[in-house]
Every structure is written in structure tokens, then in C-alpha cells.
């Protein structure tokens, strides 16, 4: 992915992007943030917050740091919250996933919506989200990760360089990102209509 072009993309179609984007997404939005199991003192990063579509989910008592790297997504999500204030303390900034501006293990829970498979190296943004992520709390990542099966990957590998043009990859395999150090899989399944996104679940080693 270039990232110029992610940027470019989401900048442009901030303002639709829940047209698009809401409904069709959301059971997984929702299925992550129940899977946290958050209590209240808690805190969370999000990582690629865009329009903030998963900011009302939060529980009351937990504290929100939301990063994008869009600005145009990040002022959709402001708007958002003056209009629907979420019940949990939330922040919103601008910042790169594959750089993210915090010390190590400041988060108890590190999560990425829809967001892995739309940076150059979605490895990189795992790895810096476990970087950020307190030993013993949780790295969760929803998405539509590359399928297993010959037949599938061939279709997913050819109709890819058309997502890249609207910011997104469809080939990356869940296998990519499996092994970075210091997180266990401990729990994947899978979420929204069709099954086609999966919800999973790390464990960052105490
Ligand atoms: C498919 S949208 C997902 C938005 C939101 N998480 C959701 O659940 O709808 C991907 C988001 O990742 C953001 N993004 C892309 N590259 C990024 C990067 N390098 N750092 C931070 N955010 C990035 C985009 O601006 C966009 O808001």
C-alpha cells in the first residue's frame, strides 16, 4: 500500500465513509469491544479511529486515546462526538500508526479497527501496537485478512491492485502478522455477515 494514496483516499471520502462503512461493519466493531471486556480505570488505543464509528462502544469509566492519520476522518469523528457523546473519556489525535507518539506498555488494551490491512506494512503497526500495549493486557485487531483457500487467495491476489486504489488490500493473510514478539494468539474467530472479517485476539506476554 502507498501510503500516500491511503491518506489521499481517506481524505477525500471522509465525508461518505459511513455511508459505506457503518452498517456493513459494525457487528465486528461491536463483537471487538465486547471481547475487551473492559472495566472501568481501563484505557484503550485505537488505532485508526476514523470517523469514530466504534467511540460510542465504549464503556462508561474507560479512557480513549483515538489516532488517525487523516485529518478530514479525525474532524468526522469530532463532529461525531459532539453530536453523540460516548459515555467513555475519549481523545482523538493525529498520528501514524507506524509511529505512534507513546511510551512503551501505556495502554491496557491496543486495538485496530479495519486498519491493518491499509498501511504499507501491516507487521510494522502490529508490532508498534504490542510496543504500546501494558504486559498482560490485550492487542485486538478486526479485518478481512487473505483467505487460505487456492481458489480464494487467486481471486483475492487479482482483484487487489483494484482495492489498493480505494486504500485497502484483501490478499494480506492473517499469517503476516502472527509471530510478532511478545504477543500470543489467544483467541480469532470470525465476525460480520459472510464471515468475512475476523476478530483476533492477542495476549501481550506479562
Ligand atoms: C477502513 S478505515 C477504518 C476506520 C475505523 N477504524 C472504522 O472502524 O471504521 C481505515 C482508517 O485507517 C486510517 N489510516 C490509514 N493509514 C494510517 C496510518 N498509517 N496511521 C494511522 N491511521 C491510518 C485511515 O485514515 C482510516 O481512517
Known sequence: MNERVVRGFYDRFAGIYDVVFNGLLQSGRLEAVRAMNLRPGQSVLEVG?????????YPRGVRVVGVDISLPMLREAL?????????????LARMD????????????VV?????????PSPRRVVAE???????????????????SKKPVRWFEKRLTPLTSHVGFRIDVPLDAILGVPGLVKEHERRVNPFGLVRLVVFGKRA
Open 97 to 108: 500508526a507506524l509511529r505512534l507518539a507513546f511510551a512503551d506498555d501505556a495502554f491496557d
Open 79 to 91: 463532529e461525531r462526538q459532539h453530536q453523540r457523546p460516548p459515555v467513555a473519556d475519549v481523545r
Open 49 to 57: 479511529v476514523g470517523t469514530g464509528l466504534n467511540l460510542e462502544l
Open 129 to 147: 501496537m504490542a510496543r504500546v500495549c501494558r504486559p498482560g493486557g490485550r492487542v485486538v485487531l478486526v479485518n478481512h485478512f487473505g483467505s
Open 111 to 119: 486495538y485496530a479497527p479495519y486498519v491493518v490491512t491499509v498501511v
